[in-house]
């Protein structure tokens, strides 16, 4: 099984990039920013709780995702792999994966960290915000909150995976096709 964490602040282009490497690894993409907004959509209690704290660039406590994470590891034990985006967001977050994981034989090959310097990140978050209606991208502050909470919370999770020798950095900035490709030379790299 080929389990990656793509790892990096609001608008690295996590999201990007994992479209790209379902189509070249055949993996199933886990977005916990897409299954939130989803729960949003769909009005449920959880989606109702979740925008509160999104909407003002809050994480989300680690009890709910983790919990959405294990129900999608139930719905696809036929996986090749996964691709895990946005998630472990805290190091209780990726203990709790390393366990999901280990009680199904498997475990994470990689973190892959997209590095993007911050003035890049609250131009491509804006930009997307003009067409996607997303709240989360339209006002400077609530940027500013989000990326505040990746340094405060998220940011440590590198050292986790540091410390089992499965971090790998790549410049985030550029091209989409040239960033796909540091990327795929890191994936090749590991078997
Ligand atoms: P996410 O949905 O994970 O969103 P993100 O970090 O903003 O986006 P990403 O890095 O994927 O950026 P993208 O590729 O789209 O999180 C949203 C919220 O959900 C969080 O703030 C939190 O509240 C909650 N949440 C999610 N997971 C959680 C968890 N595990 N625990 C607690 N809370 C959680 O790229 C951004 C833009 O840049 C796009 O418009 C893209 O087109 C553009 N772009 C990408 N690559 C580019 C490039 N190379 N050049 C130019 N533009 C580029």
Known sequence: MLNLVLFGPPGAGKGTQSLNLIAK????????????????SHGTALGIEAKKLMDEGLLVPDAVVIGM????????KEAKGFIFD??????AQAEALDNLLKSKKSSIAAMIALEVDKVEL???LLLRG?????VDDQNTEIIKKRIE???????????????????FSVNGMGSIDTIFKDITNVVDSLN
């Open 69 to 76: 994470i294990s129900n999608k590891l139930d719905a696809n």
């Open 149 to 167: 909470e990746y340094i405060s919370k998220t940011e440590v999770v590198a050292s986790f995976y540091a410390n089992q020798h499965k971090f």
């Open 86 to 91: 946005g998630f472990p967001r805290t190091v």
């Open 25 to 40: 690894y055949g993996l199933i993409h886990l977005s916990t920013g897409d299954i939130l907004r989803n729960e949003i």
């Open 130 to 134: 003009k067409d996607s209606g997303r």
């Open 122 to 124: 609250e131009k491509r």
